[in-house]
C-alpha cells in the first residue's frame, strides 16, 4: 500500500469528489458510515460513547457518526467548541443531530459525563492541523488523556499530522485509530505511533485512478507485495537451484550467534547453508545444525573469509572486534563484489572503521538497530530525521539499510521506503537480529533481489514471530523459537 503524505491526502480527496462525481457531504457520510460499523462490531451495547467534534471536516466525521451511533439505539453525547465557526459539511452534520442526543459545549464540559463504560470519540483535529491547538481543546485533551477509558480516533489522533513534522504540542493517546483508506506515515514511527495504538484502514472508496498514479516514495510491506514477491518452489527442482548462504562470525563466547543466523538461513530454504567459523564453534555447529556445512575461519577469532565459489554472504553475527576481525573483514570486500548481508559486529567495524564502508559491494544490506545507525551516520534527532539521513545515506553509498525497530523500515538506494507490518515486542531479545540476517543472506542465495530480499525477509521474520506467539508470551518468545515457526509463513502462503 503506497504511504501518501499530506498534500497528496487532499488531492485524493478533491480528486475523488470531482472524478467519482460525489458529493462531499456524501464522502462524509461514507467515512461516518464505515467508522459507525466498525464501531458497532468492535463495542459493547452496554457501553456509551462521548464524541468529541472539532469545527473542521474531522469534526465533520464525528457528528455524522455520533447520528449514525444513536440510530442504532447507542447511548452518545457530542462534545463541540460553538465558540468558533463550523466548516461547511460539519455545520450541515451538527445540524443533522437527533434531539435524543446531548451537546455539551466545550465551555460547559466536566470529566464528570465519562464515566467508566464510555467510549470517547476522537473526532477534533484531523489532517490539516498546522498550528498548536490552543484552548480549550488543550486542557481538554488533557483531561482525556488522564482517564483509562478506550479512547477511538478517527483518521489520526488529534494533535499529529499524517507526515509528523509539525505536530502539535498537545496530542491524543489513542487506543485505536480509524484510519480512511490509507496508512499514514506517523503510524509506523517509536516517537509517534505509540499515540495511535492499534491501527485499522477502512475503505472508503477513494478514487483508485488517483491512488494508481500518485508518486510516492513510501510504502507498506502489506501482505499483497509479499505475495507479488514470493516465489513459489517447484517440485521439478534440486539444492542447486536455491542458491549458497554463506554465514559468517561465532568467535569465542559468541557461537550461538552464528548457529542461529545459519539455522534460519536453512530453514528459509537455502540449498545449501555454510557455517565460516572459527574452530571453537566447530561442534556445537555439528550438533545444533548438522545439514550445514562448516568451513574453519580461524581458532578462536574469525581471521579470514572462506571464498565459496556462487556463496552468498551474511556476515557479523558473533564476527568479533578485534583488529584481527578487522582485517578479516577488509581483506573480504576488497575482493568480492556481489552483494552481500552485513549486521552486529560487522556494522560496529564498519562504525569504527568508516573507510571499510568504500568496499562494501553495491547493493548490498545493512541491518542496523537505531545505535548501530547513529554510530555509522551521526546522531539523529528522532527517527523521521533518522529517515531522511537514511534516504541520502542509502542514496550515496548505493547502499540498502534494513533499520530495525517496531516497524523495521527498508531504506532502498533507489530512495523507496518500505514499512514492515510484522512482527512484535517478543523479538526485542537477544538473537533475533542473527535470525533476520540468515533469513535475508536465504533469500539472496534464492536469487531475490536484494531489494525482494530486503522486504520479504523483514516480513517473513516478524510473521514467524507472530505465529510463534501462539501458546506462549512476547516475554518468553526466543530467537529460536521465530526460527522453529518459519515453516508456518511459508504454508501460510502457499495456501
Known amino acids: 500500500m503506497k504511504i501518501l503524505n499530506i498534500n497528496q491526502l487532499k488531492e485524493c480527496d478533491l480528486f475523488t469528489i470531482k472524478n467519482k462525481p460525489i458529493f462531499s457531504i456524501n464522502l462524509m457520510e461514507k467515512s461516518a458510515k464505515v467508522s459507525c460499523e466498525w464501531l458497532l462490531n468492535n463495542t459493547s451495547p452496554s457501553e456509551d460513547f462521548v464524541v468529541f467534534c472539532g469545527n473542521g471536516n474531522n469534526g465533520g466525521d464525528g457528528l455524522a457518526i455520533a447520528r449514525l451511533l444513536s440510530l442504532q439505539n447507542r447511548k452518545v453525547k457530542v462534545v463541540a467548541n460553538y465558540g468558533k465557526k463550523f466548516a461547511k459539511d460539519a455545520l450541515t452534520n451538527l445540524q443533522k443531530i437527533p434531539e435524543n442526543v446531548p451537546i455539551v459545549d466545550t465551555s460547559d464540559f466536566s470529566i464528570s459525563i465519562i464515566r467508566n463504560t464510555t467510549i470517547i470519540i476522537d473526532a477534533i483535529f484531523g489532517i490539516g492541523l498546522n498550528k498548536n491547538i490552543g484552548q480549550p481543546w488543550e486542557a481538554i485533551i488533557d483531561d482525556i488523556n488522564k482517564l483509562d477509558n478506550r479512547v477511538i480516533s478517527i483518521d489520526l489522533p488529534s494533535g499529529f499530522i499524517p507526515d509528523g513534522d509539525r505536530n502539535s504540542d498537545v496530542k491524543i493517546k489513542a487506543t485505536d485509530t480509524l484510519s480512511f483508506q490509507f ?22 472508496d477513494l478514487s483508485k485512478t488517483y491512488i494508481d498514479n500518485a508518486e510516492v516514495d513510501s510504502y507498506v510491506s502489506e501482505e499483497d507485495i509479499i505475495r507479488k514477491i514470493y516465489k513459489k518452489r517447484s517440485d521439478f527442482t534440486h ?27 536453512s530453514k528459509t530454504g537455502a540449498g545449501l547453508t555454510f557455517i565460516n567459523a572459527p574452530e571453537c564453534a566447530y561442534s556445537a555447529s555439528l550438533m545444533q545444525l548438522p545439514e550445514a556445512m562448516f568451513e574453519f575461519a580461524g581458532a578462536r577469532e574469525v581471521d579470514i573469509i572462506t571464498t565459496i565459489e ?119 531479545k537477544g538473537g533475533s537480529g542473527d535470525v533476520l540476517t540468515g533469513i535475508i543472506t536465504s533469500l539472496l542465495a534464492q536469487k531475490y533481489s536484494p531489494k525482494e530480499a530486503a522486504i520479504f525477509g523483514v516480513w517473513i521474520h516478524g510473521k514467524a514471530a507472530d505465529l510463534a506467539l501462539k501458546g506462549q508470551s512476547k516475554e518468553s518468545l526466543l530467537a529460536s523459537d521465530v526460527i522453529e515457526s518459519v515453516g508456518k509463513v511459508f504454508n501460510y502462503l502457499s495456501k
Not at 548490498?364 to 545505535?371: A, D, E, Q
Open 310 to 428: 556462487d556463496g552468498n554472504y551474511g556476515i557479523g553475527p558473533g564476527f568479533g572486534k578485534t583488529e584481527t576481525a578487522r582485517l578479516a573483514l577488509e581483506n573480504f570486500l576488497r575482493n568480492h563484489s556481489r552483494p552481500i548481508v552485513l549486521d552486529a559486529d560487522a556494522l560496529t567495524l564498519l562504525c569504527s572503521h568508516f573507510n571499510l564502508l568504500s568496499w562494501v559491494p553495491k547493493d548490498s544490506i545493512l541491518t542496523p538497530h537505531p545505535k548501530e545507525f547513529d554510530r555509522l551516520f551521526g546522531a539523529s534527532l528522532n527517527s523521521f530525521v533518522r529517515l531522511e539521513l537514511a534516504k541520502e545515506m542509502a542514496k550515496k553509498h548505493q547502499l540498502n539499510f534494513v533499520l530495525k525497530d517496531h516497524h523495521t523500515q527498508i531504506v532502498l538506494h533507489t530512495g523507496e521506503v518500505y514499512y514492515n507490518v510484522t512482527g512484535n515486542s517478543g523479538l526485542a
Open 239 to 265: 539444492k542447486g537451484n536455491f542458491g549458497k548462504a554463506v554465514l559468517v562470525g561465532g568467535s569465542y563466547g559468541k557461537t550461538g550467534a552464528i548457529i542461529l543466523a545459519a539455522r534460519g538461513a
Open 183 to 204: 496508512y499514514k506515515k506517523i503510524f509506523f514511527h517509536p516517537e509517534t505511533g505509540i499515540n495511535c495504538g492499534k491501527i485499522h484502514v477502512l475503505d472508503i
